[in-house]
């Protein structure tokens, strides 16, 4: 959930335009319930490069009428469900 303290990528911006839908909650987008960014983080959201293609989660203030990009963090995998592999050693 660490940010990286920029909101581009290479030499992209991004803005709202970039927001994929649905909206988060820090709790749906990183599973922790807790203040973002001094609280000023209260909705978060996908967003792809253009250029590379790599996944960003964006922090977002709500600024009427529209959202301001705070910061970005690369998206973490979502986790596995089901049982974990075992290695068989033969």
């Not at 922090?59 to 592999?85: F, M, Q």
Request: hydrophobic share 30%; glycine share 6%; charged share 30%.
């Amino acid at each position: 959930m660490n940010h990286l303290n920029t909101v581009s990528c290479c030499g992209h911006t991004f803005t709202a335009q970039d927001i994929k839908p649905p909206l988060m909650t820090a709790e749906k987008a990183f599973g922790k319930k807790e203040r973002m960014y001094g609280g000023r983080a209260t909705w978060f959201a996908n967003a792809n490069c253009p250029e590379c293609g790599k996944e960003y989660v964006l922090w977002l203030e709500p600024k009427a009428p529209n959202y301001r990009v705070l910061t970005i963090s690369e998206k973490a995998d979502e986790p596995r469900r089901g049982r974990k592999r075992q290695t068989v050693e033969v």
